[in-house]
């Protein structure tokens, strides 16, 4: 079973991935939903939530089998220990294995470089310029929920179906007539 990876911080944004995740982990995806943070100590989402890592980058196996690594946004992302995360990305990237990122965790992903070369949004462009001062990819911005561009995906804060969407395409979770009806569902209420 390919194991998509949701990486957890203090202040985790919970709902940005909650969609997806719930989507991910059925039975008949093959694909198993786990949890990695910068150490093997229990994270607590913007929610109230108290999670406990699957793994840590402490002792992450680095031949696991990983189809996405998922970053929720947060309130710790301008911490500097969370910075660490920025070697799974790199792992991630060297390997070809697709980066989806909402909310704050597209300004980490801004201030360290990953988005210059691909297409992509955020919160807004001049929150990524101003919170991401090494952020160089004003012209790959687009103004969009959510964005995907090769094996990057990224969202602004308030486009959490949209960003789930593209995930469930990506990973061919969900396709075609079948996804434009779980979008429709969760957006509109109702299947049209």
């Not at 890592?53 to 220990?81: C, N, Q, R």
Request: aromatic residues 12%; negative net charge; hydrophobic residues 40%.
């Amino acid at each position: 079973m390919k194991k998509v990876l949701v990486f957890i911080i203090d202040g985790f944004a919970d709902w940005e991935a909650s969609y997806v995740t719930a989507e991910l982990n059925k039975p008949r995806t093959g694909f198993q939903v786990q949890t990695i943070a910068i150490d093997n100590n229990p994270k607590t989402s913007m929610g109230g939530l108290t999670v406990f890592p699957d793994y840590s980058l402490l002792d992450f196996p680095f031949h696991l089998e990983v189809a996405m690594l998922i970053i929720p946004g947060g309130t710790g992302w301008k911490e500097e220990k969370n910075q660490q995360a920025k070697k799974l990305v790199d792992f991630c990237f060297a390997r070809d294995i697709p980066v989806a990122a909402i909310c704050d965790a597209t300004t980490f992903l801004g201030n360290h470089g990953f988005l210059d070369q691909h297409k992509h949004t955020g919160n807004s462009l001049a929150y990524l310029k101003e919170a991401a001062p090494n952020y160089k990819g004003d012209e790959n911005y687009i103004d969009q929920q959510s964005v995907s561009d090769g094996g990057l995906i990224t969202a602004n804060g308030s486009g959490a179906l949209e960003f789930s969407r593209d995930i469930l395409c990506k990973l061919a979770v969900l396709e075609n007539n079948e996804l434009k009806e779980w979008y429709d569902l969760f957006k509109k209420g109702f299947i049209v």
